[in-house]
């Protein structure tokens, strides 16, 4: 062997041998700091408030390894919107897991994974389809947020764009939909990767007083500038879907509803939010209703259906 590709092959072990004796000396300072680091809470909040944009409070920090990378949980997190008293936004338990070996390289934390467990957020108050479609006017670093409004811009520029995956555990969401009615959505587990632009989820949630428990939902979408633009393919699972939830008085009058139960697959495809073609696998279900006094029931055992988009034809 030459003494040239000899050099080669010290200095090859011997970079590898300095970049190892780095990381165990990382590894043995977390050890031992991790369990220490509610000492430091202080400079935590400054952390989170200055990658977040927003006016975080904590009650406890704790230090901990898991799949072999060090990750912090922070208990009772809160955040402040002087602006909007009635927007809520609380976290149980925040577990933020790092990525040690890039955490070294780049001299700076990267996360690895991000549990949000026990979340409590509240905007009834806020119109989502206004906050989604607006542009923050101050840059999230510089300016927290103070309203409910800015909360949603901060939460879709953390969630969506600075985050690669992060998943959501036992959480309730309180919002107004576009009828203007109040709804509460539990998340018992949901699962989301970002890609750029492109987003991936996967989870189980319900609809709190809509009779839609365990409603599986799968999404792969990309996002053309906010979450009320996108373009993919989503996929849904119902069973045993009350249908009274869903109607008001005047639509059961006129229909004579009584009531009816559906279970079934859906699978939507959307071209910049609107539908471009629905496959419905329709399960066992049932409808009850009555006209001029006369009681119609209907059952369908299993049913698909292809929907299209309906065009219009000029004379």
């Known amino acids: ?3 040239r590709v000899n050099q080669i092959i010290r200095l090859f072990l011997w970079l590898l041998l300095t970049v190892l004796v780095l990381l165990a000396s990382t ?3 977390l050890r031992v700091g991790l369990p220490q680091l509610n000492k430091v809470q202080p400079e935590i909040v400054t952390w989170i408030n200055q990658g977040t944009g927003l006016n975080v409070s904590l009650k406890d920090v704790r230090g901990f390894w898991r799949n072999t990378h060090p990750s912090i949980s922070l208990q009772g997190v809160s955040v402040g919107l002087p602006d909007s008293p009635e927007t809520q936004f ?3 338990n925040l577990e933020l897991e790092f990525d040690l070996v890039q955490t070294v390289l780049q001299r700076q934390p990267v996360l690895a994974d991000m549990v949000i467990n026990g ?5 009834r108050s806020v119109d989502l389809l206004k906050a989604a479609e607006s542009e923050p006017s101050e840059p999230a670093a510089n300016v927290p947020a103070k309203s409910g409004e800015q909360l949603i811009q ?3 520029n953390l969630l969506l764009r600075q985050l690669d995956r992060f998943t959501v555990e036992k959480s309730t969401l309180f919002y107004t939909s576009i009828s203007g009615e109040e709804r509460q959505l539990d998340i018992e587990n949901l699962q989301w990767r970002n ?22 939902v799968r999404a792969d979408f990309v996002d053309n500038g ?7 393919d989503f996929y849904v699972t119902v069973d045993e879907m009350s249908l009274s939830p869903w109607l008001s008085d005047e639509q059961k009058q006129q229909t004579g509803i009584q009531s009816g139960s559906v279970s079934l697959r859906a699978w939507l495809e959307l071209d910049n939010s609107k539908a471009k073609e629905v ?4 399960l066992p279900s049932e409808l009850s209703w009555k006209r001029d006094n006369q009681q119609h029931d209907l059952i369908v055992e299993s049913a698909v259906l292809h929907l299209l988009p309906s065009t219009s034809v000029g004379s």
């Open 195 to 216: 890609e750029k632009r492109r987003h991936l989820a996967q989870g189980v949630v319900s609809i709190a007083d809509a009779n839609l428990n365990a409603l599986e």
């Open 279 to 282: 496959y419905l696998d329709v």
């Open 1 to 3: 062997m030459s003494p």
């Open 90 to 92: 609380d976290v149980t």
């Open 119 to 123: 979340m409590t957020l509240d905007v």
């Open 154 to 156: 901060r939460l879709d």
């Open 27 to 29: 590894v043995t300072v």
């Open 226 to 232: 906010s979450l009320t633009s996108v373009t993919g």
